[in-house]
């Protein structure tokens, strides 16, 4: 095995890794996020995946210049080991209320759609258990686990065939409807579906071939934006403006429209299914919050892993009033924005580093 | 040693959870699950609330419930006290709802409970009844299995029905918040002992304001883009002595259409394309001659060239549109569209009709 080695992850692992931390749970509500641009807003996945790519260019930069480092080790080598630290620890507190931000989103679905006469507290144990399983066998166990939930969800897009044909492809024109705040609105909400790429920071010193992690981090990118427009375009042509403002998960209603001869409520079936793609962002995440940890301590021990674990279950049992936890969640989004832009200024500083090495030397 | 704690936990995680009083569910016996919804107006604020159930066999027919409320969760709480089990949505398959409670135009907030409530699938049926929702689910029908069965097997998509527009929740709320879009729904009456699909009842925004009969719910449905009619008769010739009969099966149909993309001056162009088979035909008419044969072909094209015209001029009449057809001039529109900018195009404008119709076979004999 290669539980030794430190550079385990081939170009599938990264493709699927990226691609799986960043549809979650943002998939399930995007065109209701989006629709302050009505119908217009079906080809804002594209704009998207542009910017995601365009972001990805700078990120890659830095850690190519770091080749064994993480984004944590990072941190402290450029911003100073105490400034870095801190900053290391808002970037945790940021995973952990990230992850008990999807889950809890997650788990209030499955009680509406699923489960409505039980409390949410034991698939809570058990949605813990797989996560722990998986995040246990380290990068390579999650993104092994992140190409099987592709192929376990993937095939979930032929769903979309029902609502296609019932919907009236005329709601994609007029293309350019809207003004400039809805524009901004839409973008900044949607944004919110796009972000796990980020997680490269993390894991590119464990990538086998780092030279060709850009063009595979990008596939992974753009295959996200594939369903992301698929499911954006075929909402558009399904509901009216009224139900994409109303609708909170538009996706359950695309696949009520599903009829088989065999099977009733695919809704119900597809959005337990949705457990896959929720546990490949969540174990990505939760393994990235663990290293941070791990370099906060300066070591490697299992049990970081179970203590950031803990740390979210309390978190989602906090019985938080529901205005704060909305006010939370969407302060979230702020720190993710910073996040992604973080690598310019990183750049900055290796480049103002660099420059007095050399005027040392 | 670390196998076997994880065994056993991973076995009482298992075996236990089953004792776990929380988790049991209702057993099938236990819970009435309701399949059809009747809805009867009685005033501004109270409605009269029917559930059907269906019953094993062995048990009878179809049990009813019915209790008087003010919203479709009162009453339900309210039958669950005369129930003997449990009540339960989730095999919900139709709503019947009387003209009346349908013209008092709140339809909308029973849909949009329906349509909010997650247990509930989206293909439950929205259909608007002639007399007492109640009357036709208590009502008696001798040979058939019950109110429940006939009333599936009645809406089911049938090519002799296809006049029927199918209206599950999804498409009665998409019809009602689209501006350029009114509602229809399938119009059920009560026929002594039987139940009949007698046209297509009509909404302009909330309220339903008529019945089409079920030729006119066919051609809205050529002109929603339907693809596969059911067999339509055709008198081609009032008179007497000239009259000819004709029984078409639209076979295929295709509708295009065209607008001049001004809101002020509304011109829309509206091309059919039919092909059909001839099932029968009565009259003077050589089928096996060509002139006839192209006689007889444009004598079929113009009579659907009148019922075209005139569907449209009594939908501008009433002010309503379940075509959409002001989405020919929405998608060339800047800036939001209203239910007053399709009131403006659809009263202004002018159709031009152009049909093409194709007759593919006679049969097999001349």
Redesign the interface.
């Known amino acids: 095995m290669d539980n030794n080695k430190l550079k385990k992850l081939n170009g599938y692992h990264v493709v699927f890794l990226v691609q799986n931390s960043m549809i979650g749970l943002g998939l399930l509500s995007l065109p209701q996020q989006m629709s302050s641009m009505?119908y217009s807003q079906w080809w804002l996945p594209i704009m998207f995946g542009v910017i995601a790519n365009l972001s990805l260019i700078p990120m890659i930069w830095i850690v190519k210049r770091y080749p064994k480092d993480n984004i944590f080790t990072i941190n402290e080598k450029l911003v100073g080991k105490w400034l870095g630290k801190l900053l290391n620890i808002v970037l945790i507190l940021y995973l952990i209320l990230f992850i008990s931000s999807i889950l809890e989103g997650y788990l209030d679905l499955i009680q509406?759609?699923a489960l409505?006469?039980?409390?949410i507290i034991?698939p809570l144990v058990?949605f813990f258990?797989v996560l722990l399983y998986v995040v246990h066998g380290g990068i390579k166990s999650i993104a092994r686990f992140c190409i099987i939930s592709f192929f376990l969800t993937g095939w979930m897009a032929l769903f979309l065939y029902w609502p296609i044909s019932h919907g009236?492809i005329?709601?994609l024109?007029?293309v350019?409807?809207f003004t400039w705040k809805e524009f901004l609105t839409a973008s900044r909400n949607g944004y919110y579906s796009m972000v796990g790429y980020e997680l490269i920071l993390v894991f590119f010193p464990y990538i086998i071939n780092q030279q060709k992690a850009f063009r595979q981090a990008s596939i992974g990118v753009w295959i996200t934006v594939f369903f992301y427009l698929a499911v954006t375009i075929v909402s558009v042509m399904y509901?009216?403006?009224?139900?994409m403002t109303e609708v909170l998960y538009p996706i359950?209603?695309l696949f009520?429209?599903v009829?088989l001869s065999f099977a009733?409520?695919i809704?119900v079936m597809g959005i337990s299914l949705w457990v896959m793609l929720l546990l490949s962002t969540s174990a990505a995440y939760l393994w990235a919050s663990k290293k941070g940890m791990d370099s906060l301590r300066a070591n490697n021990k299992t049990y970081h892993m179970y203590i950031m674990a803990i740390l979210i279950f309390i978190f989602i049992n906090i019985p938080f009033s529901k205005e704060f936890q909305e006010m939370l969640y969407d302060r979230v989004f702020y720190v993710k924005f910073a996040i992604i832009l973080w690598p310019n200024i990183l750049i900055l500083l290796h480049l103002i580093r660099s420059g007095r090495k050399r005027a040392k030397s | 040693m670390r196998r076997f704690v994880f065994l056993t936990v991973f076995l009482c995680?298992v075996f236990v959870?089953g004792c776990?009083g929380?988790?049991k569910?209702s057993s099938v016996e236990d819970v009435a699950l309701v399949n059809v919804l009747g809805i009867d107006y009685i005033d501004d604020n109270r409605m009269q609330l029917t559930l059907a159930v269906p019953q094993p066999s062995v048990v009878g027919p179809t049990q009813t419930y019915s209790t008087e409320s003010s919203l479709i969760k009162e009453g339900i709480v309210a039958i669950s006290s005369q129930a003997d089990k449990e009540i339960k949505l989730n095999g919900l398959r139709i709503v019947l709802i009387d003209e009346e409670f349908a013209q008092s135009g709140k339809l909308w907030d029973v849909v949009e409970h329906l349509y909010r409530n997650?247990?509930i699938?989206?293909?439950v049926l929205i259909v608007v009844v002639k007399e007492s929702a109640k009357d036709m689910l208590e009502q008696e029908y001798p040979g058939k299995a019950g109110i429940v069965t006939y009333l599936n097997d009645l809406l089911k998509p049938k090519p002799h029905n296809m006049f029927n527009p199918y209206t599950s929740i999804?498409d009665f709320?998409?019809t009602q918040?689209?501006p350029v879009m009114d509602t229809v729904t399938p119009y059920l009456e009560l026929k002594e002992e039987k139940v009949e699909i007698t046209g297509v009842a009509l909404f302009k925004e909330k309220r339903a304001i008529g019945v089409l009969n079920r030729e006119q719910g066919q051609l809205i449905k050529i002109l929603q883009g339907a693809k596969r009619l059911p067999a339509t008769t055709i008198t081609v010739n009032e008179e007497i002595q000239t009259r000819e009969q004709v029984v078409v099966d639209f076979v295929d149909s295709d509708v295009h259409f065209k607008s001049n993309k001004d809101i002020n001056n509304p011109v829309l162009d509206i091309t059919l394309k039919l092909k059909g088979t001839l099932y029968e035909y009565q009259g003077d008419k050589d089928l096996s001659n060509s002139d006839d044969f192209a006689q007889l072909e444009k004598e079929i094209r113009d009579f659907m060239h009148s019922e075209v015209t005139a569907l449209l001029a009594d939908l501008k009449e009433k002010n309503t549109d379940p075509v959409?057809l002001s989405?020919?001039f929405r998608?060339?529109?800047?800036?939001?569209w209203s239910e007053e900018l399709t009131d403006k195009v659809t009263q202004n404008a002018e159709y031009r009709v152009h049909v093409k119709m194709q007759v593919l076979a006679t049969g097999t004999i001349r």
């Open positions: 009505g509406i759609v409505p006469d039980r409390t034991t058990f258990s009236d005329s709601h024109i007029p350019s409807n509901f009216s403006e009224w139900q359950l209603k009520q429209e009829e009733e409520r809704d | 995680l959870s776990s929380e988790l569910p997650p247990v699938g989206g293909k999804h709320i998409y918040t689209n959409g989405e020919n998608k060339y529109h800047h800036g939001r």
